[in-house]
């Protein structure tokens, strides 16, 4: 069968080849590629900043988020033939670390868990795939395409589960929420926070294209210029840009006894504050700033809950861009106005 794959660490080898069929030590559930869409993750692996194959391995199949169909469940799987699914990304480390043992993977202390497609666990991107049943979940056949937005909203429930359970040290009803960047992941934030009826703010470097209408689209209201300058200060702010100067305006700008969520991996950076300055900012206003990566099995379920409740038609234009699998040159190439560009193996 075909496959995206990378050697990890050096930047310019990614291919689309031949590789074996998935051996049956990664599940007992087959399944046939539908999609696997890209993101900033995928996009590093290939440029050789991040990645590790599978040990003993030279590379690595690419890609994490995903949908497929199955072709066999296996023996002992409660799915079904043709259901459609999305695999977990994480798997818990051996040890187990005590988060691991009780399944919260997504907060894996010793750092030894691993991930599809980004760490020592072949990803999606190949024509067919394996998966444990456990990590398989079930995607509503009506959503079709879109269900391969499920993997970056899981990011976002958790985000959120993180913000509220630091948010109960103290009275606080959060009512606003601004959220810097508007990729998939500032936007599905955006999207998932008006369904429980927060006002909601994004602010990009974008002052034209999709994004300031996709936004307008959810009932929020779009800012482009600094944080330091939308004109209030917000309850919860979810950092989706990794930029220094965001994040130190984010904690700046923050409302007292707010909470700051950086879901961004960014790297190096010029602060335009110095850290003393930032952190006095944060103790004078009982702030919170919670790092959030990956998500659980609950965080699965509950993000397929919310991305059910989205409008379809504006998940859709979050798909700004479908490529050939062949094409991934171009899938793993940013261009000006794509927000979720998706390589697609097969039709829904
Ligand atoms: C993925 C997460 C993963 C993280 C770090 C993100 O792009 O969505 O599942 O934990 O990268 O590897």
Redesign the pocket.
Known sequence: MKAITVEPKKPGTVRFEDIPEPDVREGSVLVEAIAAAV????VEIAEGK?GWAPPGKTRLVMG??SLGRVIDPGASSSLQKGDLVAGI??RPDPVPCPNCAVGEW?MCRNGQYT?RG??EIHGFMSERWRIEPEYAIKVDPSMGILGVLL??T??IVKAFEQVLAVGQRAFWEPKTLLVTGAGPIGLLAAAVARLFGMEVHVLARNKTGPKPELVRALGATYHSGSVLDIGFEPDVIVECTGVGAVIADSIQQIGAGGVVCLTG?GSGGIAPRATADIAAAAVLKNNVVVGS???NRRHWYKANERLGRLDRKWLSRLITRYEKPENFKEALEKKPDDIKVVIQFGEV
């Open positions: 993101c900033g993750t995928d991040y994490h988020e990304v994480r997504d991930e980004i760490k993997e970056p899981t990011v991996v990566v990956n998500a």
